[in-house]
């Protein structure tokens, strides 16, 4: 097996940019129509194109679903044209609502890493909290209380709660959690779709004004949020959500032993991480694909975890060059 030395590592950084580049150009043409499924198939079909233009032996462990739900980029398909053993996390468009609405934070998402590497997570729900860098391990636990985690972020950034504020997923299942975190006085951003661009935000405080993500999203999108987070040297914590014997079962057959499990972000995503997102609506961190009458702007966020490096790519596309 090929291991993901650094400077292959370099390399398909770039090639990882233009996959999401390519996924976020074919979704921005149709977003605004109200047509979540044609705006999710057009960032399927050009993701999948431009993986299997890399050179890399990649499995996809997780993607849009098991194979009989998901005809293209399901979980265990084979991508790319051979050489480094990786494993693949994608979502191509993150936020298809919000794609078809055109409202902020629509992303496509691809995450790679060594073979193994990846947590090979059912599609289920995932209870999820994360902060950015900068802190000590443990700040933040799922086995405490919103009220206690609060308090200990707080501490550490030497602020008052009253200072923080947390992003939630605006869903009736969290009207508990979102009562807990206004009785302890933090304010609130809720969003309404997007969950990798929620806990992605909290890398950076001082740009997107979100201190913490808490609550329940999808697990895929837990894991491609560990990814980012293990490049930017975030803290997040995910468990699975997995309360029916059917639910257990599936986990089981994809490795799950404890179904109480906390994973870590370095067990979501360990070894050498490379993760890129382009934004695929204006958001707090990207801005969307701009469409002109000879060319296409995207703009893209590139991180690796081998050496902490964040890039900010502003590309500009040729029209002929994508026909």
Same mark, same amino acid.
């Given at each position: 097996? @090929? ?7 370099? @390399? ?47 499995? =996809? ?36 609502? =919000? ?5 902020p934070n629509s992303l496509a998402v691809v995450a ?11 599609? @289920? ?39 923080? &504020?947390a992003c939630i997923l605006d869903r009736p299942r ?24 929620? @806990? ?72 050498? =991480?490379? $993760?890129?997102?382009?934004? =695929? ?9 701009? $469409? ?5 702007? &995207? ?6 975890? $081998? ?17």
């Open positions: 097996m @090929v291991e993901l030395a650094d400077n292959l590592n370099r @390399v398909l950084s770039l090639e990882l940019a233009r996959v999401t580049e390519q996924a976020a150009i074919a979704a921005a043409r149709v977003r605004g129509r109200g047509d979540e499924k044609a705006a999710d198939q057009a960032a399927v079909d050009a993701m999948r194109q431009a993986l299997n233009q890399i050179d890399v032996e990649g499995t =996809v462990v997780i993607g849009e679903g098991e194979r009989d739900e998901a005809p293209m980029l399901y979980i265990g398909e084979k991508v790319g044209r051979g050489g480094v053993a990786v494993d693949i996390a994608l979502d191509p468009l993150e936020g298809t609502t =919000v794609c078809a609405k055109n409202l790679m890493a060594e073979r193994g590497s990846l947590l090979n997570a059912p599609d @289920v729900y995932m209870e999820k909290i994360a902060i950015g860098p900068g802190y000590p391990q443990g700040v933040v636990d799922l086995a405490r209380s919103p009220e206690e985690n609060l308090a200990a972020l707080a501490e550490a950034k030497g602020v008052r709660v009253t200072d923080l &504020t969290h009207a508990q959690l979102i009562a807990a975190v206004r009785e302890a006085g933090a304010a609130i951003r809720l969003i309404g779709d997007g969950d990798v661009a929620g @806990v992605i935000h909290t890398s950076d405080p001082e740009e997107t004004g979100i201190d913490i993500y808490m609550g329940i999203g999808g697990a895929p999108e837990g894991v491609l949020a560990a990814a980012a987070l293990r490049c930017t040297g975030g803290q997040m914590q995910g468990r699975l959500q997995l309360n029916t014997i059917e639910k257990r079962v599936r986990a089981e057959r994809m490795g799950v032993g404890d179904p109480e499990k906390i994973y870590t972000a370095e067990e979501m995503a360990s070894g050498n =991480v490379i $993760f890129a997102a382009t934004g =695929v609506t204006d958001g707090n961190l990207l801005d969307g694909v701009r $469409f002109y009458r000879d060319r296409v702007t &995207t703009h893209t966020l590139l991180m690796r975890s $081998f050496s902490r490096t964040i890039r900010e790519v502003r590309a500009h596309h040729h029209i002929s060059d994508l026909s």
